[in-house]
């Protein structure tokens, strides 16, 4: 279903600390999910991607962690930097002809202060 | 990386009127575009998948006939807003997809303001 919302989440932080965005996805059947960045007059930027069959990905100063029993998507930055400050969306997709077809979540407005 | 331009970045236009938004694969061969919406603080709604030589698919709600897409080649789709109503003022943002099951690539969007 359609994931919109009027009101965005919001998370502050301080330089340096660790972030922990979350999403409730909607879909059982989704197995492939991704985490974007969007900055603002900007277009998503990749940030990371974890399918169904893991449960936790690790990149550069990022973590997804995935739990498909809740239906719960999160994204850990390490040392957050102002650089950070953006909205983050979370997007699934329930696979079948493509993996580029994507329902994406409600966001979340990250805000680091310096 | 994979790069893709959508042209323009920001446009007004007067209602009534339509606009074409030009999204680009600048280094690759997209089999797949998609086309999204955004209205301001909310999220990406997906529109339509384009494929290259075949009739896009649209999601449910939206008019095909108003949003008019082509996808001509492998590296360029356009999005036709037909006869623009305030209303479609948004944030319109491609995406493509270089193979099946492949990262997707997002373009920088284009604002449509319609007046």
């Known amino acids: 279903g359609e994931s919109v919302g009027l009101h965005l989440p919001t998370l502050s932080v301080q330089e340096g600390d660790n972030s922990i965005i979350n999403c409730a996805y909607s879909n059982s059947a989704s197995d492939y999910f991704i985490w974007y960045k969007q900055e603002s007059g900007k277009g998503p930027q990749f940030i990371i991607d974890i399918r169904s069959n893991m449960d936790k990905r690790q990149g550069q100063r990022v973590t997804v962690l995935l739990n498909k029993t809740v239906k719960h998507l999160s994204l850990q930055i390490a040392a957050t930097q102002p650089g950070d400050s953006a909205v983050y969306f979370c997007?699934?997709?329930?696979?079948?002809?493509?993996?580029?077809?994507?329902?994406f979540g409600q966001g979340t407005i990250l805000t680091v202060h310096p | 990386g994979a790069v893709v331009s959508q042209h323009p970045s920001w446009v007004i236009c007067k209602s009534g009127t339509s606009v074409k938004i030009e999204c680009r694969s600048l280094d690759f061969q997209a089999t797949t575009m998609f086309w999204y919406r955004q209205f301001p603080k909310q999220s990406l709604m997906l529109m339509a998948t384009?494929?290259?030589?075949?009739?896009?698919?649209?999601e449910q709600g939206v008019e095909k006939d108003k949003f008019l897409i082509n996808h001509a080649s492998l590296t360029l789709s356009t999005l036709t807003v037909t006869s623009a109503h305030p209303e479609d003022s948004s944030f319109y943002i491609c995406?493509?997809?270089?193979?099946?099951?492949?990262?997707?690539?997002f373009g920088n969007g284009t604002r449509l303001t319609v007046t």
């Open positions: 384009s494929n290259e030589g075949s009739k896009a698919t649209y």
């Open positions: 995406s493509a997809e270089e193979s099946y099951n492949s990262p997707l690539h």
């Open positions: 997007a699934e997709n329930a696979g079948g002809t493509s993996y580029g077809k994507l329902t």
